[in-house]
T-cell receptor
Framework: EAEVAQSPRYKITEKSQAVAFWCDPISGHATLYWYRQILGQGPELLVQFQDESVVDDSQLPKDRFSAERLKGVDSTLKIQPAELGDSAMYLC?????????????FGEGSRLTVL | DAKTTQPPSMDCAEGRAANLPCNHSTISGNEYVYWYRQIHSQGPQYIIHGLKNNETNEMASLIITEDRKSSTLILPHATLRDTAVYYCIVLSLNRDDKIIFGKGTRLHILP
C-alpha cells in the first residue's frame, strides 16, 4: 500500500541551528500539507501546497520557517534558526485533487527535539 | 478554532462497542463530519466521514443525529489496537476549507 514517506524520523538539534524535514507524498497526490503537533495537542496546519504552489501558509512562522515543493512532488520544510519552542512532531500529509479532499494520508512524522 | 466538542478521554472494555460522541452544534448544511484517529507515535489515520446519513465501513460506523448537531463514532468490537486519540472534524469540501484538529478524545481500551 502506498505511503507518505518522511525523514528523518527523529532529529535532535541545538537552538539556533538549522533543521530540515523531507516529505514524499503518495504518487499522484497533488495536495500536500505540513502540520506541527505539540505534545498533548492536535496537529496544527502550517502550510498547504497544491502542486508546486502554496495555497495557504497563514500559520507558518515565516521569520524562521520555510517550505517548498519545487517540482510539485516532494517537499521540504526548513527551520532556521531552531528555537526551544519548535520541539514537536512535524507531520506531512497528502491528498488527491478532486477526490475525497477530506481524506488525508499522513506520514509517520518527524519528531524534533531542540536543546 | 475547532468547530467540535469531544470528551477528553474515555475507557472501553476490550470486545465491547466503543461509542465516541462529538458535538458540532454550529455545523452548516454543506459541512461533513470526518473522523480520524492517531495511534501513539504515528500520524493521524482517516476513519470515516458522513454528511447526514449514517455510514459504515470496515473500520467503524458513524451515526449522525437528524439535526446534525452531534454524531457518534462506533467501534463495534474494540480491541487493544484501537487505543488512540480520536478526532472529530467538520469540513466543507469547498476549495478553501482546511482540516482543523482539536484535542480529540483519548480512548483507552481496557483488557
Amino acid at each position: 500500500e502506498a505511503e507518505v514517506a518522511q525523514s528523518p524520523r527523529y532529529k535532535i538539534t541545538e537552538k539556533s541551528q538549522a533543521v530540515a524535514f523531507w516529505c514524499d507524498p503518495i504518487s499522484g497526490h497533488a495536495t500536500l500539507y505540513w502540520y506541527r503537533q505539540i505534545l498533548g495537542q492536535g496537529p496544527e496546519l502550517l502550510v498547504q501546497f497544491q502542486d508546486e504552489s502554496v495555497v495557504d501558509d497563514s500559520q507558518l512562522p515565516k521569520d524562521r520557517f520555510s517550505a517548498e515543493r519545487l517540482k510539485g512532488v516532494d517537499s521540504t520544510l526548513k527551520i532556521q534558526p531552531a528555537e526551544l519552542g519548535d520541539s514537536a512532531m512535524y507531520l506531512c500529509a497528502s491528498a488527491l485533487r478532486g477526490g475525497n479532499t477530506g481524506e488525508l494520508f499522513f506520514g509517520e512524522g518527524s519528531r524534533l527535539t531542540v536543546l | 478554532d475547532a468547530k467540535t466538542t469531544q470528551p477528553p478521554s474515555m475507557d472501553c472494555a476490550e470486545g465491547r462497542a466503543a461509542n465516541l460522541p462529538c458535538n458540532h452544534s454550529t455545523i452548516s448544511g454543506n459541512e461533513y463530519v470526518y473522523w480520524y484517529r492517531q495511534i501513539h507515535s504515528q500520524g493521524p489515520q482517516y476513519i470515516i466521514h458522513g454528511l447526514k446519513n449514517n455510514e459504515t465501513n470496515e473500520m467503524a460506523s458513524l451515526i449522525i443525529t437528524e439535526d446534525r448537531k452531534s454524531s457518534t463514532l462506533i467501534l463495534p468490537h474494540a480491541t487493544l489496537r484501537d487505543t488512540a486519540v480520536y478526532y472529530c472534524i467538520v469540513l466543507s469540501l469547498n476549495r478553501d476549507d482546511k482540516i482543523i484538529f482539536g484535542k480529540g478524545t483519548r480512548l483507552h481500551i481496557l483488557p
